[in-house]
């Protein structure tokens, strides 16, 4: 326990005599504690990230605060405390649940319930097939049809999943990165057979495909193809669609995959960085693009550890797009996110408690600055959600909004020796990653040189050893378990009709469209992708010829052919 106890804690540079008496009685009494010790005590020293942890934090662990320079206010560089002057008591974060299963018609319905329930927004959760870029009645697609999100072929099923719905009144946001931009090329045709110009529309797409390169491993083209592709979707939105975040950077599964705060924190925004210096490259003015690029977080469980996170993002990017990267316009020096709750904090046993932790999570991204929240649902480890279930994810952020008060002060913890001093330390160890990066040479190739993913895997095996050994403790899994535990939830199961119904639909486009009108704009796109002209415009042809998307795709490899992961293990 001593140890623990360091008397600097409470001691800073300008600390009274009476301060200083108070700290060394205090020393004295903590000594003499008994601290709790042993497997399953639970008592850790350290965050969830390894950050060790003081007794007790006092002036002295934030003597090298500037608070003008470091801390400031909301709404003014570098936007530490807030993105906003008055952050929500002018305007709540947008609350989304990320929804999508089985069909195009199944997902509308489910998007017309959580609308007249409150919801703000909408997020589109795709199919693994759509996610990889194959029609529904690919062999590959076989027994994925529906499982993880929705299934969407061609602007038929686009349309369908947005019947009844304005897509000029509400924003969206996608999160499909491969395919990413044939989606936005589909919401697009979508909108303007709805009579909606493309300059109308608002709302995300996620396209962030480093990061799948290091997490997810949703990818289709080697990394340069699609980082190119991506420039491309930057470019195209930057000219006609002035309301919509061309990419938003995703944090969210590098910690699914197991990485640390620290690392999500520096492989997310290093992620980012890349996406500005190629956009750079290419010629275009960081004040035109820089203002629509959001970026996506994980609010885990460890709370505090997850405020300081998003706290020292904002620092950061601010910092880096105006001293490094030459933003002159303060909007693009603010880093707006959007947050989900840790999916991977989730347990299959004992389910309800995901509720709780959904709770503490989802307060964690308020008191961090959010702009936007998915909260998961209770079942999510287990399947897809269940319309009641996510009633009560939704009703977890109206709960948190409305009742809790949280959103009438703006960055209420800021000045607290342990959020400043953790908020530091993320900003500490994100800076010493970015060094390592740059002697990669950039993020793209210390991605391809495996350098996140050893990162990210080496972490990932650390924790999970703390659980294995009883160090961390997981309620429900390694301590207060129920034995007598029977797993019968009620479940959405998805079954094989949608499959067989989905792959008849694609069939039946193909065999009423104009295929001579389907061959010639593949061609184009073919002949666009081997050049060096904007692919979006070619991608707006192929799917008002009603091509498919695994039509697209093909097209494409068959231009910038599949990437193979390289082995790092």
Request: net charge negative.
């Amino acid at each position: 326990m001593a140890k623990m106890i360091e008397r600097a804690s409470g001691l800073g540079p300008d600390a009274t005599p009476e301060y200083e008496e108070l700290v060394e009685r205090w020393q004295t009494k903590a000594e003499r504690s008994t601290p709790r010790s042993g497997k399953g005590s639970g008592a850790v020293d350290r965050t969830i990230s390894d950050i060790p942890l003081k007794t007790m934090y006092g002036p002295a662990d934030v003597a090298h605060l500037d608070v003008a320079r470091d801390l400031g206010v909301a709404g003014e560089f570098p936007y530490t405390r807030g993105i906003h002057p008055t952050m929500y008591r002018s305007r709540l974060w947008t609350m989304r649940q990320f929804a999508g299963f089985g069909n195009a018609k199944q997902t509308n319905e489910r998007y017309h319930f959580l609308l007249s329930q409150g919801q703000m927004g909408l997020s589109v959760a795709f199919d693994m097939p759509t996610l990889m870029g194959y029609d529904s009645d690919s062999p590959k697609s076989l027994g994925e049809v529906g499982k993880c999100g929705c299934a969407i072929d061609s602007i038929r099923d686009m349309e369908t999943l947005f019947e009844g719905i304005d897509l000029g009144a509400i924003t969206t946001s996608m999160t499909i990165n491969g395919p990413a931009a044939i989606a936005l090329a589909l919401y697009i045709v979508t909108a303007e057979n709805k009579g909606i110009s493309r300059a109308k529309l608002g709302g995300t797409l996620q396209a962030d495909i480093l990061k799948e390169y290091i997490a997810q491993k949703e990818w289709i083209f080697p990394p340069r193809p699609h980082v190119r592709i991506i420039v491309d979707m930057m470019e195209f939105c930057t000219r006609e669609m002035p309301k919509w975040n061309t990419i938003s950077v995703s944090g969210y599964h590098i910690r699914e995959a197991g990485s640390t705060a620290a690392q999500e924190l520096a492989f997310t925004l290093a992620d980012g960085f890349a996406y500005v210096e190629e956009a750079q490259a290419r010629g275009m003015n960081v004040d035109d693009f820089a203002p629509r690029l959001s970026f996506f977080f994980n609010s885990h469980i460890d709370f505090f550890e997850e405020i300081a996170k998003f706290r020292a993002a904002r620092r950061i990017y601010a910092r880096r797009m105006r001293d490094r990267y030459g933003a002159k316009d303060p909007r693009s020096w603010q880093l707006r996110f959007h947050t989900q709750t840790a999916g991977c904090s989730a347990t299959a046993q004992q389910p309800e408690n995901n509720i709780v932790r959904v709770a503490y999570e989802a307060m964690a991204a308020a008191l961090g600055g959010t702009q936007s929240l998915h909260t998961n649902s209770m079942d999510e480890v287990l399947a897809l959600p269940t319309e009641k279930s996510v009633e009560i994810a939704l009703r977890t952020q109206q709960v948190l909004a409305y009742e809790t008060n949280v959103t009438n002060v703006v960055d209420p913890l800021g000045g607290a020796y342990f959020v400043e001093a953790l908020t530091e330390e993320m900003e500490r160890q994100a800076e010493a990653y970015f060094a390592q990066i740059e002697e990669y040479g950039g993020m793209v190739a210390a991605v391809e040189a495996g350098f996140p993913q050893r990162e990210i895997a080496d972490a990932s095996y650390r924790y999970q050893r703390s659980i294995e050994s009883g160090d961390r403790i997981i309620v429900g899994v390694n301590a207060f378990e129920r034995p007598d535990e029977t797993q019968d939830p009620d479940l959405l199961k998805i079954g094989l009709e949608i499959e067989r119904g989905q792959a008849q639909s694609v069939q039946n486009v193909r065999a009423t469209r104009d295929q001579a009108v389907v061959d010639a704009t593949l061609a184009a796109l073919k002949g666009a992708c081997a050049g060096t002209e904007n692919v979006m415009p070619f991608l707006i042809d192929c799917v008002r010829s009603v091509a498919t998307e695994g039509e697209i795709v093909d097209a494409m490899v068959e231009v910038f052919g599949r990437y193979t992961e390289t082995s790092v293990f």
